[in-house]
């Protein structure tokens, strides 16, 4: 951030240095080895070089610049959004709020969002699920990996979204309303011959709730453009009941010009960090829960008992005696509104058309998908060029792989054409782990122990500490089912739920 908004630079720190504990805090000495600092030049080491380096001097230093810095990025930011959108950003603490913030200003225009609560909320909410994240063949070579170009901005600029008063029905309202828009409980039955299928929900395994796209009947709430696309892929859908909204484009203008703002500048330019971030920021304001949370300090001896009465969803024990405990503070259900800005059903709409966009490619019968990630897709042959740009909702080429392993969603090795290993491990810090050790892992159940350092709140020292933590590297079948050829994972299969949405 400092180098795209052009302020001064926190320099140079060893922090691998720092983080061997066999070295004091009041080192004085040599210049640690190059080999402890990350991102330097030899031209920059060589400015450092010093007999009486002092770490704890360099240390001061470095958090000093750090908090001087910030401001600076601050400071720049706050200039460049009042002179394009006369507004303050200390007022907004966050980028979702300031994207929100922006948008009434200066584009919601006579557009009706509703303010959704009460009934309304907990509705929708059932049905409400993210981005698409599977795999669906393990291991491939010479793949291609596209991301899309902006693609909830994509969706929310051209796509109508559920405006103006909710109006409650009962019945199938397809049948009598062919082009119903809103959000609709359903009684859902996929093809048995799905390979990819269309619909996600949350289903119930021993492992806790895992979203995931299932074959089987069940009840669920779907949103209605969703639901018919999913008609046309041989899903039945019978309506039971639900809300049905008015609807508008009324993101357009905002996305629009970011986007536009965005084209404009260079990558190195704050204007372009900016506008990335506020395209891409606003969505998620939409979708804020109005489930406030409430605390209290109670004496720990006090915890037996109110386990179990009370709704606790957090406990932290403060070593004095004393606990600060957490729990959902009760909310007023006799109204549909709330006086929060949000509405889950933009966000909700939102998500299910960037599924929508996504079907498109998973459905494809020209090549095979291997692993999907939300915005992203890995085939193993070209899309075709006329899905290929630089504007929103087109696709652009990330890798040519050579080979590549997915060992579950968001955790994958890729060797490119170039010679290049990329590796993604949700949850692991240090993704530095070997192509053929995510080969091995293809084979019925082998794992791999790794350790990696993660830091731990500690409310009764006031302090953050570093432990090792180990992490166990797996093929998991968290979404769908594997299916092994010499005990080695060759393909997958979509799991079956029942009406309770329990895996059979």
């Known amino acids: 951030m400092a180098k795209a908004f052009n302020v001064e630079n926190k320099g140079n720190f060893p922090f691998n240095f720092v983080n061997n504990f066999t070295v004091p805090l009041d080192y004085i000495g040599e210049t640690p080895n190059i080999s402890y600092y990350d991102g330097i030049s030899k031209d920059e080491y060589q400015k450092l070089i010093s007999d009486t380096w002092n770490l704890k001097q360099e240390a001061i230093k470095y958090c000093e610049l750090d908090c001087i810095v910030l401001y600076q990025i601050i400071s720049k930011f706050n200039k460049l959004i009042f002179e394009k959108f006369s507004l303050n950003v200390h007022r907004f603490p966050t980028l979702s709020s300031l994207a929100l913030g922006i948008f009434r200003s200066s584009y919601l225009g006579n557009h009706k969002i509703p303010k959704l609560g009460g009934h309304i909320f907990d509705f929708i909410k059932e049905g409400y699920t993210g981005g698409r994240v599977d795999v669906f063949i393990p291991y491939g070579k010479d793949l291609y990996y596209y991301d899309v170009n902006s693609l909830y901005p994509t969706v929310y600029s051209s796509k109508p979204m559920p405006v103006g008063t909710p109006t409650w029905f009962v019945g199938n309202i397809l049948e009598r309303e062919s082009d119903a828009f809103g959000f609709f409980r359903c009684k859902i039955t996929a093809p048995e011959d799905l390979k990819i299928p269309v619909l996600q929900t949350h289903v119930k395994t021993p492992n806790g709730i895992r979203t995931m796209s299932p074959l089987g009947t069940w009840i669920d709430v779907l949103f209605s453009e969703e639901a018919k696309l999913a008609m046309s892929y041989g899903y039945k859908i019978e309506v039971i009941e639900g809300y049905t909204f008015s609807r508008e484009i009324i993101f357009n203008e905002y996305a629009q010009d970011m986007f536009q703002i965005k084209q404009s500048h260079e990558s190195s330019h704050p204007m372009y960090l900016i506008s990335k971030l506020l395209l ?161 892992l293809l084979y019925r159940g082998k794992s791999e122990s790794l350790t990696h350092d993660k830091s731990y709140k500690d409310f009764s020292k006031g302090e953050i500490v570093m432990k090792k933590q180990v992490y166990l590297l797996q093929a998991t079948e968290n979404k769908r089912r594997f299916i092994y050829k010499d005990n080695k994972a060759i393909d997958t299969k979509p799991y079956t739920i029942n009406k309770e949405k329990e895996i059979v």
Do not use: C
Request: cysteine-free; proline content about 2%.
């Open 280 to 440: 891409n920021s606003l969505y998620g304001k939409f979708g804020m829960t109005i489930d406030l949370m409430e605390s209290s300090i109670v004496d720990s001896q006090q915890l037996a008992d109110l386990i179990g009465v009370s709704k606790i969803v957090d406990g932290i024990d403060l070593g004095n005696g004393k606990s600060i405990l957490s729990s959902p503070k009760e909310r007023d259900k006799s109204s549909d509104m709330t006086n929060m800005t949000v509405s889950i059903g933009i966000a909700a709409a939102i998500t299910s058309y960037a599924r929508l966009h996504m079907t498109q490619y998973l459905q494809n019968n020209e090549y095979n998908v291997y692993y999907t990630d939300t915005d992203s897709i890995v085939t193993d042959k070209p899309i075709s060029n006329v899905h290929i740009g630089k504007s929103l909702g087109q696709l652009k080429l990330e890798h040519t792989i050579t080979k590549g392993i997915f060992l579950s969603p968001k955790v994958y090795s890729l060797i490119t054409d170039l010679g290049e290993i990329v590796t993604k491990v949700k949850g692991l810090k240090d993704s530095n782990i070997g192509f053929d050790v995510f080969n091995s």
